[in-house]
């Protein structure tokens, strides 16, 4: 079976401090995957998504960046965070086939940024 | 791109059949309609998908009229772990790769 997982589950940044989130998934092979943020009782925003390794898309032109280095792997990333980068974080997959909207979600990272 | 509209809450009491309409007047022939439900501090989990007429699985239903232009998500006989917040998302597979937005959702609140 397929499982995804992502890290760290809760961090706390200073405000221009760097930013890291992984996140892995398992059982299958070339997978499409996502980044979508959520603010504090807000919906989900889409930020990057991927087809391929080294592919990336962005969605919303700001100091986040995404890398898929593997296969399986997507990381979001940071150099100077800002306290608009508080949020819940997920990172999705799909498969590459269907492509239709059944999308798998991780367990989420919460950033808060002081 | 299709953009879905859906109401901001619901309340409902424990035992009563819920629907949530979702209004898409602008789906594409190739879009799905998928239905997601996410509770606080999870991803969201996926419900159900239909591309038309009745889907029903062992959670809930989902209608979707001849036009396509709107959807709803039935939930029979709601239960308090029901409450939580019920997103319709719809896309589908282009030419080339799709990207899926999610609307606002619909707050589901029930009671006892």
């Known amino acids: 079976s397929q499982t995804i997982h992502q890290w760290p589950a809760t961090l706390v940044q200073p405000v221009g401090s760097p930013l890291s989130l992984e996140c892995t998934v398992e059982g299958t092979s070339n997978p499409n995957l996502y980044w979508y943020r959520q603010a504090a009782g807000r919906g989900l925003q889409l930020l990057f998504y991927s087809v391929g390794i080294g592919q990336i898309s962005s969605e919303v032109p700001q100091n986040l960046s995404a890398s898929r280095p593997q296969d399986r792997q997507f990381i979001l990333s940071s150099k100077k965070l800002l306290l608009s980068d508080s949020g819940f974080y997920l990172c999705?997959?799909?498969?590459?086939?269907?492509?239709?909207?059944?999308?798998?979600f991780g367990e989420g990272s919460r950033l808060t940024v002081l | 791109l299709a953009k879905t509209t859906q109401p901001i809450s619901m309340d409902s009491y424990e035992g009563q059949e819920v629907n949530i309409t979702c209004s898409h007047n602008?789906?594409?022939?190739?879009?799905?309609i998928t239905w997601y439900q996410q509770f606080p501090s999870q991803g969201p989990r996926f419900i159900i998908q239909?591309?038309?007429t009745k889907v029903t699985n062992e959670v809930a239903s989902l209608f979707i009229p001849a036009d396509r232009k709107s959807s709803t998500l039935s939930l029979p006989r709601v239960s308090l772990s029901d409450t939580a917040v019920y997103y319709c998302?719809?896309?589908?597979?282009?030419?080339?790769?799709?990207?899926?937005?999610f609307g606002s959702g619909t707050k589901l609140n029930v009671k006892p």
């Open positions: 239909g591309y038309k």
């Open positions: 999705a997959w799909d498969r590459p086939v269907t492509n239709t909207g059944e999308l798998f």
């Open positions: 602008n789906i594409a022939t190739n879009d799905y």
């Open positions: 998302l719809v896309g589908g597979l282009t030419y080339n790769f799709n990207k899926f937005y």
